[in-house]
């Protein structure tokens, strides 16, 4: 059995290797079982999603992740992780069995996200917006109608190509194209191959890097830049180069003078467990171009303060797996054993959630945490 000894696993040349891996999302496709030899999961959690760069190869295979993450996220939620009943439309099949400590890998980071998400919202009295960036599959906005969160307007910005997969789903699948209309005032939705929006809902297909373009078309589809503004973006600067995000950050503090910015990546990556990581990767020719920036919580947060932010806070995913609520993190705990408490332990402190606001209203974004 893989156990007690994660550095030496990390060094093991026998690693399973797999085509259908999320490792940035926190996803495998890991089938436990008797016959099969030690995994590092790990180093899997990082193998798989390439650099932006300008080659568009690389960008296909960030864009194939979208894939792998709904489908850990059907998984994990199918087990009564959390319930998600909008997941379904994005991803028929549950799919292979997931190991256990990369559900609750998913589910501290799906929890851990919403609980700033939803105080921020909660902050505002929904009198805000949102904008996901990097949104890929995700079914925040419905969970929030149906929760009675709703922002004035919600907005998603991905790929076009993963745009226009989303906007088919939403358009053959009444249960998504429902809460669309019914929070619209007018007859018809502006409607073209990589953009969809209405009253409350706005997806937008265009790369992340295009600055000028994302604030030209996010104001085009009635962004207002004096609401109170939440932007989130799970595992996307990781994957730009320091000057691609720092002009993203700087872009957002430029635009909202009172906002707060949720970033879920890597961290911690400076210890051998993080260096063996990025190791692993460079010898698969797989670099991860904004590392820099996951040296440390300190660096996260100062990758903020940097670029106009005015105060900025980061924990590690074990931490904040710990503040979540006790009664459910039982709940959940009961679900599946879990033998490799000690990897499950070193996987979240590689992974962090740092936020930062900006606050000219005096809100009290700044006291808004786990």
Known sequence: MFRNNVMHAMLDDHIIHSQNIDLDRLCSVIVSGPKRPPVQILDLLMAARQPFTDSDTADEAVRATCDDATTCKRFAS???????????????????????????GYYARVRGVNNLLDKFVRKTDCNCQIINLG??????????KDENLMPKKYFEVDFPTVVARKIHNIKTKPPLSK????????????????????DRYCIIGLDLRDVVTLDEKL???????????????ECVLVYMNPAQSSKLLHWAAETFHTAMFINYEQANMVD??????????RRRQ????GVEACRSLDSQKERFLQTGWEHADALDMMTVYGLLPQDDLARI??????????????????YCICWANKDKLRLGLSQLSF
């Open 333 to 350: 705990e009961s679900l599946e054993f879990l033998d490799e408490k000690e990897l499950l332990q070193q996987l979240l402190q590689h």
């Open 78 to 104: 199918s087990k009564g992780y959390w319930k998600d009943p909008y997941i379904q439309y994005f991803v028929r099949s549950v799919g292979e069995r997931k190991a256990p400590e990369i559900n609750r």
């Open 179 to 198: 809460p669309l209309i019914e929070t619209h005032s007018s007859d018809s939705l502006l409607l073209d191959g990589h953009s969809l929006d209405s």
């Open 272 to 281: 051998r467990f993080g260096q063996v990581m990025i190791e692993n990767l």
């Open 135 to 144: 949104a890929g599959l995700d079914t925040t906005f419905w969970r929030l």
């Open 219 to 233: 104001r085009r589809f009635q962004l207002n830049p004096e609401l109170p503004t939440l932007l989130l973006s």
């Open 286 to 289: 797989c670099n991860l171009a």
